[in-house]
């Protein structure tokens, strides 16, 4: 390094210093009238500059020049490279930057590898985990966990925003203050709610998000400190989130304090938890302590009706864990796939290329031959054909990022809203670099394949008519197509993989009829609703004025619709077995409270019993309608119809037993999915009248039984068209003009949303096996091309000798064919040898299903025989005079 | 002088001259010159064409330094100056060279 810093200062004065030294040479020379000649001094200056000169880098930008020159002189070869490798490039780019932002990318919090996700499981009710929180552990661990530095608890719901525009349902968290101190993230205007804002009784306070303030009030600085409209209520904006804060996801609106005391007790399993661990402790010495303390619960709450259920008898325990293990979930495994999958691409096309160069080698000998005669060295022209790959990847990286970019726009439009952190993914200095490295890795990679290969040039008599090619010239070629076809034939396997896993998961009965079904949710402000009655009797009102419509075969409405989760779950006791926790070999069951021929529109089947009718609900029957799964669970052995189930409930008052609202089994009906169609243990549903749910406008902590403030219509229609949204529109505002429809969408795309991630998995897979199919077929037929018109001579020989056009091209296709069965093997080797890595995507098919390798398989052949057989039945076509003349 | 006398300088070799020229001493291109050609008793001649080309060499790889001096007759003038670098590579040089030359000549004697 000293030195290069020397060479360049030196350089400067290199000019002036040898002008003055050869003049004082020359001077002395010329007095003591010796004989040394002046020489050419033009000469000795341009010697004497060769040796300063900054050779390596001059050498480089000269080789890259040429290269250039050369490459310009073969366009074709040029575009056919540079677009081959931009494409690959580009995707590995683009699914790079997913990983990157998504997967490795720290979350956007200060020391975000502290937090971490405060669960709880119970391993005795078969729960492993996914419960949450609940308040009394809330402060139970604030007041004893030293591990954990900050704690806060939070749960998702909706709201209608009015006044200022159309009324608007959004999504609101409502959480403890703490969460500030867990996240360490301060709003970008305005501040956090105060513990004092968050205890029952204060004046509603709220923080929007930077999305909602845009959206509805224009950016609006003075929104500080008015109020807006939330559920009816006047709520005080006190400030406005940074435009990247998504907690807990992207779509939250609005943060609200939770009313959160102590008062409570223990409570249910509806908070979610997060928290921030004490520096240099890790997870699991946090959840250890967690754990040591889930053992106390019922010592430290004794009181307390739920605190068994809350303790070891439950086998409650601590599933704590980082918190971006809980965001990124599963997509990491698929995103790496995926990666994986380009990267394969990426190879296949630098084979290509490769396979390019060779033949261009090949062409370029005699150039090689002579240039080397005329002294170059071979590292020289070994640099000569570096730059060329250089500069073809280089543009081909330079392209693949433009392309990425437009690339990873569309992949973000195109992703599963199940996919996370989708807002942060964008291209960025990393991936940038990870491009130039890959272009550079491809640079090498079939750069040095003409190098090892061996010879770049010959000696000078090897040069003139050959009749056949050596061995070794074709051995090259082969590995590269027989490592073409490996490659196409495991993407080719993970795809079709992907797609029987698809057409099972299409395949699966949701256990409801999804044709022609629209489905929307809409929340009561409670200011203009203030009694259960006064909704219930709106919402009756809206669901006859939407029967009114044409088209509507039935109308009903529920608290939860599939895939919605649970809702709201809670244990559940049998009468007659009070005693009994007939939890321990039961989840918590969903409860949903539906209106009157909820099943007919739902098209769920009805497998015994009766159905809960209109009446059931203007009676407010204790009635009840239960899933085959809750039968399964709750009654194996006996007749449910008739029997009479109730809700674990806590008492009202310390030392009184709870007070049961016990209903009547009347029906059973089919299971229905809760969150997704892939579920491993189906959840139990209990339906009930919707008049029969407790006290909505009772305070979050104190209620059971499903809020019935917002409701989800389900209008199911002789067939969907496009004026039926605005007929309903018009008969919800012929009762109140101030209601907001929400998550409006059909039970189809419900059903085509649960499948989104594997859709869009299968969709890049499929993309990534096709070109890499179609890239092998080019290369394929380029290299066995190739090998024929090099054989062109022994072909006319043959053919001379009397052999049968049909049997010379068999000989051709049957070479090749024995290198592609080498391929396949090494492919399927592969496939085998990796299947495990895919098993996490794949739905009801195993990675090593015979029908999928063996079509995938005959597939390849099929393509690859197409492409050895075009060139070679060419060859055989040509006249045995024209094809000794050749050459 | 006669022409065939003077035979054109193997590559490598010039340097080791100028090296050991330089180890009488730092001196310019010229004196390097004069000594190598006295030292060879009038035999070898140094053209300005090889010289300063090889003595940029051995400066880029630090054999030799190089400063501005004035010269005996007052004259600015560049001093070349043997480094400790140098020194070595002179003394691996000169045994290559014994090697180099030794085995010319019992080619050519035989």
Redesign the interface.
Known sequence: MR?LIR?LIRRRHLEQ??E???A??E???A??G???????RA??KE??R???RWSAVENAWRDLIHAARRLCRTPGFTIAAVLTLALAIGANAAIFTMVHRVVLNPLPYPDSDRLIDLDHGATRINVPAGMGIKTGLYFYYQDRARTLDSIAIFAIGSATVSGRGEPEQIRITRTTPTLAQVLRVPPALGRWFTPEESEPGSPQVAVLSHGLWLRRYGGDSGLIGNTVTLNGMATEVIGIMPPDYAFPDPGIDMWLPASVTRATGLGLWVYRGVARLREGVTVDQARAELNTLLRDVPQAFPNDPLARATGPEFGVLSTARILKETIIGGVAGALWILLAAVGIVLLVACLNVANLFLVRAETRRQEMTVRHALGAGAGAIARLLFAESALLSLSGGLLGLILAWSAVRLLVSASPATLPRLEEVRLDGVVAAFTFLLSGLAACSFGSMPLLRGGLFTEFHDTGRRMTATRGQHYARHVLMGAQVALALVLLVSSGLMVKSFQKLRAIDPGFNPASTLTFAVGLPPRDYPTKEAALAAHRRILDSIATVPGVSHVSSTTCLPFDGPCFSNGIMVEGREGAVVETNLGNTSFRAVEGGYFQAMGIPLIRGRAIERSDVERSEPVAVVNQRFVDLVFPNGDPIGQRVSWTLPAAKEGESPKYTWLTIVGIVRNTPTRTLRETSVVPHLYMPLSMTGRFDAPTWEYIGPRIATLNYVVRTSAISEGLLSSIRRAFNAVNSNLALAQVSTLEERLARTSAGLTFNMVLLTIAAAVALLLGLVGIYAVVSYIVSQRTSEIGVRLALGAAPRSVTAMIVGQSGLVMLAGIGAGLAVTLGTGRLMESLLYGVSPRDPVVLAGMTFLLVIVAVVACWLPARRAARVSPVQALHAN | ?DQTASPALLQGTLELLILHALQRGPM???AI??TI?LLSDEVL??????L??AL??LE?N?AISAKWGL?E?N????YYRITVKGRKTIATQQETWARLSGAVNRVLAR
């Open positions: 030195r060479k210093d040898l003055a030294e050869l004082f040479h001077e002395m020379a007095a003591s010796n004989e040394i000649r002046l020489g050419n000469r000795v010697e004497a060769d040796v300063w | 002088m310019h291109g010229y010159a004069q050609h001649k140094v053209e300005e064409g090889s300063y080309p940029h060499r880029i630090g010269s007759n004259r600015k003038a560049r």
